[in-house]
């Protein structure tokens, strides 16, 4: 995900749980939230793409980290499915 995508031209939920107002700005009791879920293991956990400025670059930031976070994860689970059930030990991670 190095391509950065116009603010105002995309959408993505807001971290499970936690509603965001009409003034788009960062909100710290909803980045804590979001950071929170993150830590639990919800890589679903999105901050609000609208925010612009600083407080956009955060939530672009931290929406960047969870999707790594999340592509890993799928790929340690097809290495974990390939190398240790299939015997495919050849195999590397992406």
């Known amino acids: 995900m190095s391509k950065v995508m116009n603010r105002t031209s995309r959408s993505a939920p807001a971290a499970r749980g936690v509603a965001y107002g009409d003034d788009a700005t960062l909100d710290k009791r909803q980045l804590l939230s979001a950071l ?3 830590r ?3 890589l679903s956990a ?3 793409a609208d925010w612009v400025g600083t407080d956009g670059k955060i939530a672009d930031t931290f ?3 969870v999707a790594l976070n999340a592509s890993q994860a799928s790929e340690l689970k ?3 499915r390939l190398v240790g059930k299939e015997g495919k030990l050849g195999q590397r991670m992406a």
């Open 36 to 38: 929170t879920a993150l």
């Open 40 to 42: 639990n293991g919800d």
């Open 46 to 48: 999105r901050l609000p």
């Open 63 to 65: 929406n960047e980290i």
């Open 78 to 80: 097809r290495l974990s």
